[in-house]
């Protein structure tokens, strides 16, 4: 849709045909297109603008590692940071308010409208979306903020091709994993990643949370695995020490990616050990709106 260039240069976006005026502190000059998108009973205005990239670090040296999940939405580990996790409860929180809201008010409209939506029904969906959309804005500015700070060069995030959206792990589990977007988190990650010049890489995850990092095990499916989870977020190596069960499964995936690339050894392996054995995972609850 066509903008009016003398409103951009006053710090405002118009629509031309439209008394639709929107703040911006965008340079005017970056601004490529707007889009008007019709939305679960409203209008969502998007802004393109032009920016430019910063080379990615080749150096892969200086590496944090994702683990993705509901409780935990992530838990970072490093060879150079101390470890962190991302809380998400109020994720699963969000979702159970909505979702008992919506049973009641679809109840309702069927019993008296005959229908399954209503203006009510969308205002619901639009506001968990929002508080979802802006609780994962701000974990993923947290991390790659920390990231920068930390100087780290390269992220894995843990991932499979159609992962935690269609599995069937019981009926309160399947809602919980479906209703988190976690391929959007990763977007969002990937893209302020690539601002501030990290690069980012994909890890199949498969095995890494049942194989023991402590005890070097290799990350494929064993007759006996050397640890094991002993309660809820802890994992127990061979040795007896323990870790938590998350940070395990993000090490695990810090490992697999290496060795793919090639660039897995024992010093690396030692950094690893020496960040994540001693130091206290630093749990960070995100601000809400």
């Known amino acids: 849709m066509a903008i009016s260039k003398r409103s951009l240069q006053k710090g405002l976006i118009h629509l031309f045909r439209t008394d639709l005026y929107i703040p911006t502190k965008i340079d005017p000059s970056k601004v490529q297109f707007v889009r008007i998108v019709p939305k679960n009973g409203v209008i969502v205005v998007k802004v393109g603008y032009r920016e430019t990239l910063p080379d990615l670090k080749q150096d892969c040296r200086r590496i944090a590692a994702l683990d993705l999940g509901v409780n935990n939405l992530a838990v970072c580990s490093s060879n150079v940071m101390d470890p962190l996790v991302i809380d998400?409860?109020?994720?699963?929180?969000?979702n159970q308010r909505s979702n008992k809201a919506l049973a009641a008010s679809r109840s309702y409209e069927e019993k008296q409208h005959g229908r399954k939506n209503s203006p009510k029904i969308q205002a619901i969906f639009?506001?968990?979306?929002?508080?979802?959309?802006?609780?994962?804005?701000?974990?993923?500015?947290?991390l790659v903020n920390q990231f920068v700070f930390n100087q780290i060069d390269t992220v894995i995030i843990g991932h499979n091709p159609g992962w935690k959206q269609d599995t069937n792990i019981g009926k309160r589990n399947n809602q919980n994993f479906c209703q988190i977007p976690f391929n959007v988190f990763i977007r969002m990650l990937e893209y302020k990643c690539r601002m501030a010049g990290i690069q980012v890489i994909l890890c199949e995850e498969s095995y890494t949370s049942k194989c023991s990092f402590l005890d070097d095990e290799e990350c494929r499916k064993q007759q006996t695995y050397k640890g094991k989870r002993i309660h809820r977020g802890l994992y127990k190596s061979?040795?007896?020490?323990?870790?938590?069960?998350?940070?395990?499964g993000s090490l695990n995936i810090l490992k697999k990616a290496l060795l793919t690339l090639g660039q897995w050894n024992r010093l690396m392996y030692q950094q690893c050990l020496d960040r994540n054995e001693k130091a206290a995972l630093i749990r960070y609850n995100v601000p809400r709106s």
């Open 126 to 142: 639009l506001r968990r979306n929002n508080r979802i959309s802006d609780y994962l804005h701000k974990a993923s500015r947290y």
């Open 88 to 94: 998400g409860k109020y994720l699963k929180s969000v």
């Open 238 to 248: 061979q040795n007896g020490k323990l870790i938590n069960a998350d940070q395990n």
